[in-house]
């Protein structure tokens, strides 16, 4: 009996109500999200411009613990940048793929951006002056 029921279980219609379901099972995947190479090849292949990524950062932080603070932190903003780039670019990024490939994009070229003017800004000798972020130190620092 109990495989009488099990099997008329099986044969349930599909729902056809376009509602979401109470009950979520996973999550979708974000747009651009699949492989950035097929499936023969290895993990570190498929993941490239995650790793791409990652690999700036890490020479970046390796350029700032050897006391190069402004050019490491230029190379981390510029390798936010490029993932910024390649998420525009690439119809897939594998696991740089976070969110919407417009929340991704802001959010890569923003931090990217910021940081990289905010390096060329520090003291002492900045290469940049912004004169308006100087009034905003100014009045925030008294």
Avoid: C, N
């Avoid at 510029?78 to 417009?102: N, T, Y």
């Avoid at 940049?128 to 100087?134: A, E, G, K, R, V």
């Amino acid at each position: 009996m109990a495989a009488e029921a099990h099997s008329e279980g099986a044969s349930e219609p599909q729902r056809t109500s376009r509602r979401f379901p109470q009950l979520t099972r996973d999550t979708a995947r974000p747009e651009g999200g699949g492989r950035a190479a097929s499936g023969d090849y290895p993990a570190p292949a498929r993941q490239w411009p995650l790793l791409a990524v990652l690999g700036g950062v890490g020479l970046g932080l390796l350029l700032v613990a050897l006391d190069a603070f402004r050019i490491g932190s230029i190379v981390i903003g510029l390798s936010l940048l490029g993932g910024a780039v390649l998420r525009w670019a690439l119809p897939s990024v594998g696991m740089l793929a976070v969110r919407s490939r417009f929340t991704d994009l802001i959010t890569y070229g923003g931090l990217g951006f910021v940081i990289v003017i905010l390096a060329m800004m520090v003291q002492p000798k900045p290469w940049i002056h912004i004169p308006f972020l100087d009034d905003i130190v100014h009045f925030t620092v008294r």
